[in-house]
């Protein structure tokens, strides 16, 4: 469904993706793992078109996409959803969730949809009128999933839905993620917390220094050696905080 | 008691107009990040735009047809001076939320450029605006003129429309988002740069119904947008910069302190009571009577 083949890109002179090739299948959940600074979020940028790529290709449903505005790429179906923290604050949760769907005409259509979203997170339903600014970081997160779904996407690009959340919150977030890629979503995501994406996907990439460093399913990735060192942790004490980079 | 009443009334549609032009000039500065100083010449573009429209209908009833002429002319000369000018320089300085002094100086220049090119235009002499408005209407002791009820209404109406726009339809959700932030807006799906234009466009035709709002009370003239820029800004800081309902607020307080003030201490100072205003304002509330976090905008 989205190929990227040996994309480069940075900002000015600063080049920061050396070559980035990874694949995501219909309906497959692929993790992109990665530390700060890496270019885990530059590659997001230049999938979704805030950055244009300056070498390679990347094809989405047969189509290259790349260098294409960003609200023509959200028109084919790719939809990038943001952390929490970019929710708009002055609107309303609702508000926020038609944003979503700008995209669309068919006002029946969107209003199934929003249905559908309510469905994944109550607890948007519940504040549906509240500006999101009233909203915590975990309410934040499921606002930000749910817009991204509201343009009814054939994949969306999910930015480290488990920045900085609590424990627990992830849990909850990461089994509505595994729920919408049950239901039939494409998805690629980046995280930090190595762990529990990798728990959720079916294959990961591992990106260095703009570039692909280790790939592989994501079982053999848990089991790798290479992995377990440089993001897992290998000490007891790490596991126990259930932290996957830091 | 009835000179107070006819000088709040003046005061009321005179600050109307003060509050249209800052509601313009806030529009554009919370919707993409310019501080523009070429719209008191976008306003006085306006109302020779206006005096075009009005030569062609002619008097009779054409008057809100002049002023929907004028609006939808001088909107698409702002959306002109955007795409060519401004696009170009908020583009190299990376994008609308960083343009800064390029951009500014940039709006002089255009200042001057718009006045140079009305000069040759229209020429230097003022214009009479002559709109047969009728008899004033008289409510008990006071004799309403009917242009002052024009203005009221005719602003009244664009700040309503305005405010329904960008709260209760699809394209003014949008216009919030890249207010907000131009990066997320693009990744809803939102095409941006369209929606630039359009605020611009929006925000130059609100300045070109001041213009002919005012035409039949003042003349017409070449340097007609250089007080009511300043007196704007005023109004636009007094409320709040950036915020729209504050934009009108403080256009109205401008408009009847500069009426009262003329009219109880002397008319020779007129355009000394706005600042005094902004000055009272600045030291007792320094973000403007609505200012609140100048992050939260839209």
């Known amino acids: 469904m989205l190929e990227i083949d040996s994309v480069e890109g940075g900002y000015g002179s600063v080049q920061i993706l050396n070559g980035v090739t990874l694949k995501v299948a219909r309906g497959q959940m692929v993790a992109l793992l990665g530390g700060n600074g890496t270019g885990k979020s530059t590659l997001l940028k230049a999938i979704s078109g805030l950055l244009k790529p300056t070498g390679g290709t990347i094809t989405f449903d047969g189509q290259r996409i790349d260098g294409l505005r960003p609200d023509l790429i959200v028109r084919r179906g790719l939809v990038q959803v943001t952390q929490g923290k970019e929710a708009y604050p002055a609107m309303t949760v609702e508000e926020n969730l038609r944003l979503g769907a700008f995209v669309r005409r068919d006002r029946a259509g969107v209003r199934r949809t929003l249905d559908r979203v309510f469905e994944y997170f109550p607890v948007l339903r519940e504040r549906r009128g509240q500006l999101a600014a009233t909203l915590s970081g ?40 595994g729920r919408i890629c049950r239901d039939g979503m494409t998805l690629l995501m980046v995280e930090q917390n190595v762990r529990m994406a990798l728990l959720l996907a079916e294959y990961g990439y591992v990106i260095k220094d703009g570039v692909i460093h280790i790939e592989g399913p994501a079982e053999a990735l848990i089991g790798d050696d290479n992995v377990r060192l440089s993001y897992l942790g290998g000490t007891v004490a790490d596991r126990d905080r259930g932290l996957g980079l830091h | ?34 501080v523009h100083f070429a719209h008191g010449e976008i306003y006085m573009l306006g109302a020779f735009l206006g005096l075009v429209v009005f030569q062609f209908v002619g008097a009779g009833p054409g008057y809100p047809l002049v002023l929907l002429g004028s609006m939808v002319l001088t909107g698409f000369v702002g959306v002109a001076i955007e795409r060519l000018f401004y696009r170009r320089l908020t583009r190299a300085g990376g994008g609308y939320t960083f343009a800064g002094m390029g951009m500014i100086i940039c709006s002089f220049g255009m200042s001057i450029v718009l006045q140079n090119v009305a000069f040759l235009i229209w020429g230097p002499k003022a214009l009479p605006f002559p709109v047969p408005f009728g008899m004033p209407i008289e409510i008990g002791d006071i004799a309403l003129p009917r242009s002052y009820l024009w203005i009221i209404i005719a602003a009244v109406v664009l700040m309503t429309g305005l405010h329904l726009f960008l709260k209760k339809t699809r394209l003014g959700l949008a216009v919030r988002a890249v207010a ?54 005023a109004a636009a800081v007094v409320g709040g910069f950036g915020n729209l309902p504050g934009a009108v607020v403080g256009g109205l307080l401008v408009g009847v302190t500069e009426s009262l003030g003329a009219g109880y201490v002397s008319g020779n100072y007129k355009d000394i009571y706005a600042f005094l205003l902004l000055i009272l304002v600045l030291m007792l509330r320094p973000s403007g009577i609505f200012g609140v976090d100048a992050r939260v905008k839209a």
């Open chain 1, 138 to 177: 975990g309410q934040l997160q499921m606002l930000c999933i749910g817009r991204g779904l509201m343009s009814e996407p054939k994949m969306i690009l999910l930015d480290e839905p488990s920045a900085a959340l609590a424990p627990q919150i992830v849990l909850d977030i990461f089994r509505i993620i």
């Open chain 2, 1 to 34: 008691m009835q000179y107070f009443l006819d000088l709040v009334i003046v005061g009321l549609s005179i600050g109307i107009v003060y509050g249209l032009v800052a509601l313009s000039i806030s529009l554009v500065y919370s919707g993409l990040d310019i």
């Open chain 2, 180 to 233: 907000h932030n131009k990066e997320i807006a693009y990744l809803m799906g939102i095409n941006v740069p369209l929606m630039i234009s359009l605020v611009f466009g929006i925000a130059c035709a609100l300045a070109a119904a001041a213009g002919v709002l005012i035409g039949p009370i003042n003349y017409v003239q070449v340097l007609m947008g250089i007080g009511i820029l300043i007196k704007a800004f």
